[in-house]
């Protein structure tokens, strides 16, 4: 018999998420860690940087008060992924939610991308979000509750953007089938899965390929007139997270400021 989700009303009152590439400044991942305390998670940031890692989290408990453990990890590395969530499962509340965030870019051409950039690409984008997911969805099935957001992009929808071309579009757009699959599979052990879709984002990446005259053309474009912002993407992910999300299951949450009606 297929087991029902969770109603909002049996959702832990403290439940716990992961956050992969979370230490990063100016970066969704971080944003989004530190809304999701605001909102009464404990949060486990993972991050290949293990000190920035650390310093998030010590400064999301000082911030809110809510538990979170900072980790060391390449995602990348099944073994690493394995441990880590081992780690989180046994130290912090109930773990409830993933948010696969961790991810490089590729500003290659298809013609003129090597073997060794294509699999570096995969490896962390979609092969670290499978690892990950897999070792949540073990936890999650013990709870019959579980949430996982991945953070896709606007230029896996649109073929290409502002710096994604053809290894990071095709990572990207890997991760909008995988939430689908998961979603169809994983719902009857009250699991959701679900994407984010990011467009013009002022972040760390963007913010070092994004001329002032690409800015203004974008802003032409965009009907709400602006580059969006980590808090704006945040705040989809809460949501897509939190009490209110389970019953959207298969979504992706377009975040683009109207690009793609421009």
Known sequence: ??????????????????????????????????RLARDGWAVAV???????????????????GMPALGLGVDIADEQAVIDAVARIDAGLPQLVGVVNNAGISSP??????????WKRVFDVNVHGTYFATREAV?????????????????????????????AYCGSKAALLGMAR????????????ANCVAP?????????????????????????????GTVEDVAGGIAYLLGRDGGYLTGVTLDINGGSHIA
């Open 1 to 34: 018999m297929p087991v029902p989700a969770y109603p909002a009303s049996d959702f832990p009152e403290r439940p716990t998420a992961i956050v992969t590439g979370a230490a990063s400044e100016r970066g969704i991942g971080r944003a989004t860690a530190h």
């Open 46 to 64: 993972l991050d290949l940087d293990g000190a920035a890692s650390e310093a998030v989290a010590d400064r999301i408990t000082e911030e809110t």
């Open 108 to 117: 290659t051409p298809f013609t003129e991308v090597g073997t060794e950039e």
């Open 138 to 166: 073990k936890v999650f099935r013990r709870h019959s509750l579980g949430r996982i957001v991945n953070v896709s992009s606007a230029s896996a929808e649109r073929g290409g953007g502002v710096y994604g071309r053809a």
């Open 181 to 192: 699959t998961w979603a169809r599979e994983l719902g009857e052990y009250g699991i959701t």
């Open 199 to 227: 467009g013009s984002i002022d972040t760390d990446i963007m913010g070092g390929r994004l001329s002032d005259e690409r800015k203004t053309f974008l802003l032409q474009e965009l009907p709400v007139g602006r580059v």
